[in-house]
Nanobody
Framework: VQLQASGGGLVQAGGSLRLSCAAS????????MAWFRQAPGKEREFVAA????????LYADSVKGRFAISRDNAKKTVALQMNSLKSEDSAVYYC???????????????WGKGTLVTVSS
């Protein structure tokens, strides 16, 4: 599976941004999908995950209630809607695929290149 994230950019605190991850290659619907992020000088951390059907989602406590992950298996895409953005949300965001819905980096089978999100305060 090849993954390509897009949609990053500069946004003011309190604003919204929608990230998208497009997949190609093997059957997209076989995989759970996740978003991770990495801020400068910090370790990569889990943000959100969704199972193969979209019926189950997981969120980091720091984004719960503000971010929403969704997927469209027909279009082979997964999205991350980010609302009420804070300066601490600034990071490079990565999409990843795993066999089952997981929250750890080691469980991911495929990674896409990141997209940069900068939230100005």
């Amino acid at each position: 599976v090849q993954l390509q994230a897009s949609g990053g950019g500069l946004v003011q605190a309190g604003g919204s941004l929608r990230l998208s991850c497009a997949a190609s290659g093997r059957t997209f619907s076989n995989y759970a999908m996740a978003w991770f992020r990495q801020a400068p000088g910090k370790e990569r951390e889990f943000v959100a995950a969704i199972n193969w059907s979209g019926g189950s989602t997981l969120y980091a406590d720091s984004v719960k209630g503000r971010f929403a992950i969704s997927r469209d298996n027909a279009k082979k895409t997964v999205a991350l809607q980010m609302n009420s953005l804070k300066s601490e949300d600034s990071a490079v965001y990565y999409c990843a695929a795993s066999g089952n819905i997981r929250t750890t980096m080691g469980a991911m089978n495929y990674w896409g290149k990141g997209t940069l999100v900068t939230v100005s305060s």
